[in-house]
């Protein structure tokens, strides 16, 4: 079992920068690759990006990719989400998801443990 809880959301210009964070109780945070989701409203909950537990793979929707980058520190027990290059269509709720499967992807019944989510607004 592992809670989750997203910070690090706000308000910013398009072209601006900010970085998301989502720490993890439980001892075994090391074991879950993790992934960062976004929900606009009206739209339906999308895959941004996920990292293997060891953080040593990443894969992107091709909407982020090049502006959005994920990390984790396993010591801190914390997964990052840094995004560049803000546009106002990435405006979302994010959520950060833990997975019980090492071979997790980008689908949502992939992921078992979910954060409440941080408000990302980007202004234009």
């Known amino acids: 079992q592992v809670q989750l809880v997203e910070s690090g959301g706000g308000l910013v210009q398009a072209g601006g920068s900010l970085r998301l964070s989502c720490g993890a109780s439980g001892r075994t945070f090391s074991s879950y690759p993790m992934a960062w989701f976004r929900q606009a409203p009206g739209k339906e909950r999308e895959f941004v990006g996920r990292?293997?537990?060891?953080?040593?793979?990443?894969y992107y929707a091709d909407s982020v990719k090049g502006r959005f980058t994920i990390s984790r520190d396993n010591a801190k027990n914390t997964v990052y989400l840094q995004m560049n290059s803000l546009k106002p269509e990435d405006t979302a709720v994010y959520y950060c998801?833990?997975?019980?499967?090492?071979?997790?992807?980008?689908?949502?019944?992939?992921?078992?443990?979910w954060g409440q989510g941080t408000q990302v607004t980007v202004s234009s």
């Open positions: 998801a833990a997975s019980e499967s090492f071979y997790s992807g980008t689908y949502r019944y992939e992921y078992n443990y």
């Open positions: 990292i293997r537990s060891n953080g040593g793979s990443t």
